[in-house]
């Protein structure tokens, strides 16, 4: 059964960074591609970014401040943003998927999520 778990998160500073990770396991086989997602107070499922065949896609409310990567070894997915803002609070998914991923509905495995709250 694949799972994927995220850690990192929590209480952030305003103007700050964050870095949150994603271990997948359950599986040998790669996906063919992994997501960060967000759902903020008030407002839809939003894709930070996703990464396919090592190409990084963000989404344009956090383009230019954030990265995502991935261990391809140790099968961890990373995000790493910055000059965070009160309004990128929210909870913050990992996804996963072995055949699609244009929209959220595509990804077959998801996270729990982990809880990113931006404080001044």
């Known amino acids: 059964e694949v799972q994927l778990v995220e850690s990192g998160g929590d209480l952030v500073q305003l103007g700050g960074s964050l870095g949150l990770s994603c271990e997948a396991s359950g599986t040998t086989h790669s996906f063919y591609r992994e997501a960060w997602f967000r759902q903020c107070p008030g407002k839809e499922r939003e894709e930070v970014g996703a990464?396919?065949?090592?190409?990084?896609f963000y989404g344009a409310s956090v383009k230019g401040r954030t990265t995502v990567s991935q261990d391809n070894t140790n099968r961890i997915l990373y995000l790493e943003m910055n000059s965070l803002k009160p309004e990128d609070t929210g909870m913050y998914y990992c996804?996963?998927?072995?055949?699609?991923?244009?929209?959220?509905?595509?990804?077959?495995?998801w996270g729990p999520g982990a809880q990113v709250t931006v404080s001044s």
């Open positions: 990464i396919r065949y090592g190409i990084a």
């Open positions: 996804a996963a998927s072995f055949s699609g991923g244009a929209v959220w509905s595509d990804y077959e495995y």
